[in-house]
């Protein structure tokens, strides 16, 4: 017989998750903070590796619904140095492993294969504890309280399940995005719509770049990367968009103007996203009754493989269970020690790129990325 498995967090790793353990049979209960799928955004478009998140797609049984939302084209990748002019273009020809789809779109298409009432909305975790003997009591913002016998955290950087394992916190890993949005971009945006292309664009120099995804109708998502304290930050007025962007886009005097209108001509609000990491290689002894996946486990700065890791931890773990029945401990192991080695080379690989890129001086860092991306088109 299966234990009940409740988890927190209804983001895309504990979407997957709830969706095995549903095709399995396995009853799972999410809480999540939101008060609805609809409360906020769901962020930009994500490219589903072949190697982790498509598998994770597979072993949820939703491959036919993932395939309609993939976004065609939207594979092509292209570097431009700082004064627009292209350096490399690699063109989408269908044949790569990593289509593109719309974040929000995914998450819809896993919370539609779940039955009415798994997710429970509106539910804030305050505290978790442990009661003894592998089980665990979650209290949430409004005083209510559940008891599980298995709990999984899937509630991010900032998890609130994690200290039941570990006395890791997130560091800040000395870099941020500032985000934008150009809506109607072909017509309104026309010189930014064309440096973009029609799948991503970088512009990288030294501590800082211009990044940009074309996503779902005629938008652009832009990524501005600078590599300074969170102090500098901080003293950025974002509640007045239009100085906080003139900022940011000082950091890029001099830059070709379809580049910095990026920044400046946003649509939308400049946002900030600062980028905080937990130890490349951290890991926990095995407690009973509960464990983590996705960021909550093993949070690196982006590195376009953290969302494919959370779906895999999820399906791996949903797995697992399934083939343990009556024995959760004999299946939260089996997990653990496939996922931390495999967190920890992701992270390994993320570190050594950055420092590839940091020994590099601002001429040479495009030419290192054409390098880097040249044979698949990606990290």
Known sequence: ???PVTIIG????????????H????????????SSPAERAQGGMLDIHDYNGQLAVKAARLMDEFRDLILEGRQQMRILGRDGTVLFDKADDGTGGRPEVQRGDLRRILLESLPAGTVRWGHKVSDVRALGEGRHEVTFADGSTVGTNLL????????KVRPLLSGAVPEYAGASFVETYLLD????HAASAKAVGGGSMGAPAAGRAIMAH????D???TYVLIDRPLDWFTAIDFTDPAAAAARVAREFDGWAPELTALITDGDTAPVLRPHYTLPFEHRWARVPGVTLVGDAAHLTAPNGEGANLAMLDAAELGEALTAHPGDAEAALTEYEQAMFPRSAEIAAQGEAFDKRLAAGNGENIAQILIEVFGEDGQR
């Open 152 to 159: 999984v955290g899937a509630d991010g950087a900032w998890s």
């Open 219 to 221: 938008t652009l998502h």
């Open 23 to 34: 095709v399995h049979g396995i009853p799972a209960t999410v809480y999540e903070a939101e």
């Open 10 to 21: 209804a983001g895309l790793g504990g979407l997957t998750l709830a969706r095995v353990l």
């Open 1 to 3: 017989m299966h234990t």
């Open 185 to 188: 971009a072909d017509t309104r």
């Open 214 to 217: 074309r996503e779902s109708g």
